[in-house]
């Protein structure tokens, strides 16, 4: 209980003069006690967020950074082809008589769904 800042002597003290004292100054007593704790578990609430805070400024690290940049470029990229792709698998379809819309539009997404693979392959070697 050290590090609590109310040491048992202190309890027991506060509870002696709440015995000792009327009624009239009983509720004073434990008012003050509970404020005297309230203080203590506000100070550690901030002591914590404040290292909690400082651990989270930090982790602004630039090559952190500059993968996720990377990724969500990759991600934009990948979802601009597969736009491109499945607009050109209907209009494959549209044109020759012979292809169907789930056989194109398969071998797109194939293709998308490989060249994730590949780039989150390259990611992982990194």
Known sequence: MSDSGLSPDEIRAVAEVHNELGPEYRD???QSF???IDKQVG???DA???TTRREMTRT???ALLERKRVQFGAMVAGTVVGALGSGLAV???IHY???SLTKALTTVWAIIA???IVYGWRLRRR
């Open 91 to 93: 209009e494959w379809s």
């Open 34 to 36: 509970l404020e005297k």
């Open 43 to 45: 100070d550690r609430i």
């Open 48 to 50: 914590h967020l404040s």
């Open 28 to 30: 004073a007593v434990v």
């Open 97 to 99: 008589p012979g292809s």
């Open 114 to 116: 490989l060249v994730y």
């Open 60 to 62: 602004s690290d630039p």
